[in-house]
């Protein structure tokens, strides 16, 4: 089949640029999977991370708004009134009217925090009455009447905060709130923070303040969690405080067992990393899904108390996402393959298109038409070409000398030409000479010790990445050995192979990309008996690629040298021949009897 260049280019692209980009595709859909599944995991890490942060400043608020309401002046005024039967002389006010300044602080604090519902100040005396108690309730926040105020002595949280010294909060556990003895319903998880009050005049307790919050409201983020990931709460004991599954929260309050630990086993290792703060992550294969565990140290007063906080997310929209790539990686793949193959047909039809002219018009010459008009093809290389040949044929008749006047300009042109080609190499090694050299120093233990912003700019690295780094992670491969076996044979011998000279080598970008450099090498006088060395490096890739575009010019004078040489021969073979031609028509007419002619000389026809 005979096919053009340029269908044949084009194919060759097409067919070149599917296998790359299939191959590429390939390798990177082989791994898709795992890397999807480890960001997918990490951006749920951060999501928890988040989640557990504002969990963690919410409890500290909540601390602090403890710490604040047990030293508000009213709590001083009703124990001093406690003391002389309802009356504080020293502020002249009732203990009745403290009470109520207290209830209007705690009325206030409720209505700057949507999660707190219930704050308190209790006494120690007749088994932890309360003496103050606003909450809120459907919307609406009361304090209670005196008639309605409750003892507490008996719960727990009661019992733990009396023991605590001054300025000490207790956390409870987080569990649903009890009225009267009884679960309150509708179910409100409820987390107390509480502080004690001490009488400054005897040191004794006098009660304490106490804070209920809904947890619920406090943890809101881990309730709505992103499309399929779900998030879970657990205490110290692995009991679900926060699970989409309602029969899993707060089992023990009903006589059930659900942990966390039983549905996601941790090994020595997985809890030592967690008590660290630190993030596990544990592939579930078998649930098809993974999860990502934090333990949250949340309690000042108990380091070893903590939140579980988990999250699991489903493999399955990894596996879909892992899909929808393959496929726009195929159809990637096949597109730039046909777009490559379009665009390199259309280069190489406009590219041969002046050659295409210039071998008609060459046709026609060997056909020994006269009349060949040569067109114009541009200012490059083959429209300089097209115009000496136009010029040849214009001189096509005149006489030796203007053949040699023709070959003698030409010659002067191809000196000119290599004077002009000689210049800009010239130019182009004085550029590279005037360009910032990189400068690497290092030790005896090719460890490096300095750089400069030059070798940062050539190899891709920022100086912090490549201080202290060994020198070959700026190397290839191949050169590694021969660099350690050079630096065993100098500290042992004290002599370095050429010395300050340059050699051209091969660089390793952070990118993986190898260059071509230019290294020169120097021992440097360190601290002490230290021993450093200095490289000096160049990146010669702009200049390798000069070194080559020069070759290809001389290249192609020498070939255009080698046309006219043979155009100069084929013309004066031609004139010699019609020389021959006019002496035999010339000797005829002579045997006839006749005047020769032609009149022959070297030089005209």
Not at 185 to 205: F, K, L, M, N, Q
Not at 322 to 330: D, V, Y
Not at 375 to 397: Q, T, V, Y
Request: charged letters at 30%; aromatic letters at 6%.
């Amino acid at each position: 089949m005979n096919l053009s260049i340029t269908l044949k280019m084009g194919l060759l692209t097409m067919l070149c640029s599917c296998i790359g980009v299939l191959s590429v595709s390939f390798f990177a859909l082989r791994d898709a999977g795992k890397l999807l599944q480890q960001q997918s995991i990490g951006n749920i890490s951060n999501d928890l991370l988040r989640e557990s942060d504002l969990l963690e400043e919410k409890l500290r608020i909540l601390r602090q708004d403890v710490l604040f309401l047990n030293k508000a002046p009213p709590v001083s005024g009703i124990i001093r009134a406690s003391k002389t039967g309802g009356y504080d002389p020293d502020q002249n006010t009732t203990g009745r009217a403290w009470e109520q300044r207290l209830s209007d602080i705690f009325t206030n604090v409720l209505r700057q925090r949507g999660s707190y519902f219930q704050i308190r100040f209790i006494g120690v005396a007749d088994n932890g009455k309360e003496l103050v108690r606003v909450e809120r309730k459907e919307g609406r926040i009361s304090a209670k009447k005196k008639e309605a105020l409750q003892r507490k002595g008996d719960r727990y949280y009661f019992r733990e905060i009396i023991k605590l010294s001054p300025g000490e909060v207790y956390y409870s556990k987080i569990d649903l709130n009890v009225e009267g003895g009884e679960i309150e319903e509708p179910y409100r998880t409820t987390i107390r923070a509480g502080s004690p009050v001490y009488d400054e005049a005897t040191g004794d307790v006098f009660g304490i303040v106490v804070i209920n919050a809904d947890f619920n409201k406090m943890a809101a983020g881990l309730l709505s969690p992103p499309n399929n990931t779900f998030y879970f709460l657990a205490n110290n004991d692995g009991e679900y405080l926060i699970h989409p599954n309602r029969k899993k929260r707060y089992a023990l309050m009903f006589d059930r067992t659900a942990k966390y630990t039983n549905d996601y086993p941790l090994t020595k290792e997985n809890l030592e990393k967690l008590h660290r703060g630190g993030f596990e992550a544990i592939d579930l294969p078998e649930q098809s899904a993974g999860v990502v565990l934090r333990h949250s140290h949340f309690d000042p007063s108990s380091p070893d108390r903590f939140l579980a906080i988990g999250a699991v997310v489903d493999h399955s929209v990894i596996e879909a996402t892992t899909m929808n790539l393959q496929h726009r990686l195929i159809a990637i793949a096949f597109f730039v393959a046909l777009l490559l193959g379009a665009i390199v047909a259309f280069g190489v039809s406009v590219l041969t298109r002046p050659i295409n002219k210039l071998k008609k018009a060459v046709d026609l010459i060997s056909e020994g038409r006269e009349d060949v008009e040569i067109p114009h093809l541009g200012n490059d290389e083959i429209g300089k070409f097209a115009d000496s040949m136009r010029d040849m044929l214009k001189k096509k008749a005149s006489s030796q000398k203007a053949l040699k006047e023709l070959a003698g300009s030409l010659e002067e042109q191809v000196k000119e030409r290599t004077q002009k080609l000689r210049k800009s190499e010239q130019h182009i090694r004085t550029i590279v000479k005037t360009v910032g050299e990189g400068i690497v120093v290092v030790d005896s233990g090719s460890r490096i010790l300095l750089v400069n912003e030059e070798i940062s700019s050539i190899f891709g690295y920022s100086e912090d990445e490549l201080l202290g780094k060994n020198i070959r992670v700026l190397m290839p491969e191949k050169y590694r050995a021969d660099y350690e076996d050079g630096i065993r044979n100098y500290l042992g011998m004290g002599k370095v192979a050429a010395p300050g000279k340059r050699m051209e080598l091969e660089g390793l970008r952070k990118n993986g990309t190898v260059f071509p450099i230019e290294l020169r090498v120097e021992e440097t006088a360190g601290d002490g008996e230290e021993r450093l060395f200095t490289g000096s490096i160049r990146d010669i890739t702009e200049r390798k690629k000069g070194e080559e575009e020069l070759k290809k010019v001389h290249a192609d004078l020498i070939e255009r040298n080698k046309r006219l040489e043979r155009f100069h021969k084929i013309t004066v073979d031609r004139e010699m021949e019609m020389i021959k031609l006019k002496k035999e028509v010339n000797a005829l007419l002579k045997e006839a009897g006749r005047a020769g002619k032609y009149e022959i000389r070297l030089g005209k026809i």
